[in-house]
């Protein structure tokens, strides 16, 4: 489904606010080399949805907020912005479209002096 993850890499690509903040916006991993703050994003499940005359796929997709400031106050303004541009959104994904996105469920952890932020959205999108 490359389609869906350029439609995501794209609604980033025109939101100045989030690109000001973070380093990069990654699928599936970040770069050996890369700098933080920076966020990856990926697939977790996908199904096939039909109606009568329509088929669809209802996906989940995670994104994933990497910080290393020793306080909070950075990743939660990215988590902010994120949220603003995602939830509820409407993405462009060729040769479907855009039924709804919203924010499903979210996580913020610390390990070895890292910040963790989850973010689970549910999309669908039809033929």
């Given at each position: 489904?490359?389609?869906?993850?350029?439609?995501?890499?794209?609604?980033?690509?025109?939101?100045?606010?989030?690109?000001?903040?973070?380093?990069?916006?990654?699928?599936?991993?970040?770069?050996?080399?890369?700098?933080?703050?920076?966020?990856?994003?990926?697939?977790?499940?996908?199904?096939?949805?039909?109606?009568?005359?329509?088929?669809?796929?209802?996906?989940?997709?995670?994104?994933?907020?990497?910080?290393?400031?020793?306080?909070?106050?950075?990743?939660n303004?990215?988590?902010?912005?994120?949220?603003?541009?995602?939830?509820?959104?409407?993405?462009?994904?060729?040769?479907?479209?855009?039924?709804?996105?919203?924010?499903?469920?979210?996580?913020?952890?610390?390990?070895?002096?890292?910040w963790?932020?989850?973010?689970?959205?549910?999309?669908e999108?039809?033929?």
């Amino acid at each position: 489904m490359q389609v869906l993850f350029t439609g995501l890499y794209n609604k980033y690509l025109s939101n100045a606010a989030l690109k000001a903040v973070i380093t990069g916006f990654y699928f599936t991993e970040a770069p050996q080399d890369a700098v933080m703050p920076y966020v990856v994003y990926h697939k977790i499940s996908g199904v096939p949805d039909y109606t009568f005359t329509e088929d669809m796929e209802n996906v989940i997709i995670q994104f994933n907020i990497f910080d290393e400031h020793s306080s909070s106050t950075t990743i939660n303004d990215i988590y902010t912005k994120l949220t603003a541009l995602f939830d509820w959104s409407t993405l462009t994904v060729a040769g479907w479209n855009s039924i709804y996105m919203k924010r499903e469920l979210d996580n913020l952890t610390r390990d070895n002096d890292i910040w963790n932020y989850f973010v689970q959205y549910r999309l669908e999108i039809q033929k």
